[in-house]
């Protein structure tokens, strides 16, 4: 069996994988994120937790967490997320700055990669880093 919560590509797979594959997956990794944060701290209703969730995994919510973590990365991460800053994508939501929106494909290009590299321990530090910097 498969253990998709716990996948590791090695990086020849990683570097080879689409941009906006990598982001596809750190959308939903930054969305977790936020997810299991929110009911941790006792925020559990229904309508409050999609509502806060919601703004934090904006466009505009995630070009601030870029900022809050963007000195702490490694030349690697770095990379990693001007690969997806810099990703042509086909559309962008009205309520979106295209440059918040580039931003934020940087930043999900980002948390992709380091969960698609096993790096939790990471994604949790630069993370915690973005949660520090909110409140």
Not at 27 to 35: A, C, G, K, T
């Amino acid at each position: 069996m498969t253990d998709y919560l716990n996948t590791r590509l090695d990086d020849e797979r990683l570097h080879t994988m689409s941009v906006l594959g990598l982001a596809h997956i750190g959308d939903s990794v930054y969305e977790l994120l936020w997810r299991t944060w929110l009911c941790a701290h006792g925020r559990t209703t229904s309508k409050g937790l999609h509502r806060e969730t919601v703004s934090r995994v904006c466009a505009v919510a995630q070009s601030k967490a870029v900022r809050c973590i963007m000195e702490s990365l490694s030349e690697e991460e770095l990379a990693v997320y001007k690969r997806g800053r810099n990703a042509k994508v086909n559309s962008v939501p009205k309520h979106a700055d295209i440059s918040d929106y580039h931003a934020a494909t940087g930043l999900e290009t980002l948390f992709g990669y380091l969960y698609l590299k096993g790096e939790t321990d990471r994604i949790n530090e630069l993370f915690d880093m973005i949660v520090s910097k909110e409140q």
